[in-house]
T-cell receptor, first 113, second 112 residues
Framework: GQQVKQSSPSLTVQEGGISILNCDYE??????FAWYKKYPDNSPTLLIS?????DKREDGRLTVFLNKSGKHFSLHITASQPEDTAVYLCAAVNQGGSAKLIFGEGTKLTVSS | EAAVTQSPRSKVAVTGGKVTLSCHQT?????MYWYRQDTGHGLRLIHYSYVADSTEKGDIPDGYKASRPSQENFSLILELASLSQTAVYFC???????????FGPGTRLLVL
């Protein structure tokens, strides 16, 4: 089954609003969680990551929230801009395991002006 | 200068033909990966390698082989290309102990 799942294939947010992207995972052993951003016809690039010993990490307009008991993590983008329009891929890995980063299916975020 | 490069950037292949996709990295990373991207599936891991001359199966290895002749180079081989292998293929590299993956630009493969 899908170990990392993004249940929303798409999301539309007004410019200036908060974009909330969600990701659920199954494996209790995952201890590293990341969000990658992908523009059409481009390669994914790492946006922000967090290890399992923290519940939250902020970086500018980006915040990752980790809920280990709920096996859920999310990416919040404040003051969303049209240039935030892209596909967002969540990913997780067990660093003590085989170093295989498992990706979700992706959520297409559209920020409308 | 791009640290992970892929060649070719696009290719049209015939069903049953052999296809080789190449990846080169200058990051001095131990780990290299091959993924395919399909709509609705995100990125799925085909093969990966953590040392030269050794490869490991990923989550969807059937129909693919991999080769890691050196730390810098990692190839994906389709011995008998099939229509279902039409996809965009991404190569990536990462450092041991650091899980940030750095992706190449992708190869768009169309099998007819």
């Amino acid at each position: 089954g899908q170990q990392v799942k993004q249940s929303s294939p798409s999301l539309t947010v007004q410019e200036g609003g908060i974009s909330i992207l969600n990701c659920d995972y199954e494996n209790d052993m995952f201890d590293y969680f990341a969000w990658y951003k992908k523009y059409p016809d481009n390669s994914p690039t790492l946006l922000i990551s967090v290890r399992s010993n923290v519940d939250k990490r902020e970086d500018g307009r980006l915040t990752v929230f980790l809920n280990k008991s709920g096996k859920h993590f999310s990416l919040h983008i404040t003051a969303s801009q049209p240039e935030d329009t892209a596909v967002y891929l969540c990913a997780a890995v067990n660093q003590g395991g085989s170093a295989k980063l498992i990706f979700g299916e992706g959520t297409k975020l559209t920020v409308s002006s | 200068e791009a640290a992970v490069t892929q060649s070719p950037r696009s290719k049209v292949a015939v069903t049953g033909g052999k296809v080789t996709l190449s990846c080169h990295q200058t990051n001095n990373h131990d780990y290299m990966y091959w993924y395919r991207q399909d709509t609705g599936h995100g990125l799925r891991l085909i093969h990966y390698s953590y040392v030269a001359d050794s490869t490991e199966k990923g989550d969807i290895p059937d129909g693919y082989k991999a080769s890691r002749p050196s730390q810098e180079n990692f190839s994906l081989i389709l011995e008998l290309a099939s229509l279902s292998q039409t996809a965009v293929y991404f190569c990536a590299s990462s450092d041991w102990g650091k899980d940030t993956q750095y992706f190449g630009p992708g190869t768009r493969l169309l099998v007819l």
